[in-house]
């Protein structure tokens, strides 16, 4: 079973439709979520980090939250160039490997 | 700002050669990973190096070797290719310190005939 589920695995969204994505996790002791964006033919850029439940990160069209079950990236007014697949990856316990989701792929359409 | 460099960009290898991916930081950082990235699949840690000198296996090591050559530079290398190691290869690096975030390069394409 997963320790870091995703959801949805894909989405469209038309350009000015805002929606939100999901990163659900079963471990405990989280010490920290990132969020990572990557484009086709590239690697993941890193997003946000987030340490404790209410926590919120922005950026540009992007705001991630952090509940003590899961964390969402919402996406307001998309633009097309928003359209990658959006990856979340988390520490728990004494480790400092993260535990990647599998990812949401993210189209908008003009 | 190069970040972190890998080469080959695309390989294509027949069953049972060997090829060595190469990736170098130049972000001072002490962490190194490679990791495969198949369909479906997610991200998968191959090995790890949390230090020059020091290398540990992740979660899919079988079939792989590594060398932490340097603080810079942290090569993968594929003994006898597999076709079930075709994949997309990624090296990551990351500062010291709790709760740091990756930086990853642009990955290997790397198709096994």
């Known amino acids: 079973e997963d320790q870091v589920t995703q959801s949805p695995e894909a989405l469209r969204l038309q350009e000015g439709e805002s929606s939100s994505l999901n990163c659900s996790y079963t471990?405990?002791?989280?010490?920290?979520l990132f969020w990572y964006r990557q484009d086709p033919g590239k690697g993941p850029e890193f997003l946000f980090t987030?340490?404790?439940a209410g926590e919120e990160k922005e950026k540009e069209r992007l705001k991630a939250t952090l509940t003590k079950k899961e964390s969402f990236l919402h996406i307001t007014a998309p633009k097309p160039e928003d359209s990658a697949t959006y990856l979340c990856?988390?520490?728990?316990?004494?480790?400092?490997?993260?535990?990647f989701g599998r990812g949401t792929s993210l189209i908008v359409h003009p | 700002n190069a970040g972190v460099t890998q080469t080959p960009k695309f390989q294509v290898l027949k069953t049972g050669q060997s090829m060595t991916l190469q990736c170098a930081q130049d972000?001072?950082?002490?962490?190194m990973y490679w990791y495969r990235q198949d369909p479906g699949m997610g991200l998968r840690l191959i090995y790890y190096?949390?230090?020059?000198?020091?290398?540990d296996k992740g979660e899919v090591p079988n079939g792989y070797n590594v060398s932490r050559l340097n603080k810079r530079e942290f090569s993968l290398r594929l003994e006898s290719a597999a076709p079930s190691q075709t994949s997309v290869y990624f090296c990551?690096?990351?500062?010291?310190?709790?709760?740091?975030?990756?930086?990853f390069g642009d990955g290997t394409r790397l198709s096994i005939l």
């Open positions: 990551a690096s990351s500062e010291d310190g709790v709760n740091q975030p990756q930086h």
């Open positions: 471990v405990s002791g989280l010490r920290g």
């Open positions: 987030l340490y404790s």
């Open positions: 990856a988390l520490l728990q316990g004494g480790s400092y490997i993260p535990t």
């Open positions: 972000m001072n950082h002490n962490s």
């Open positions: 190096s949390a230090s020059e000198g020091t290398t």
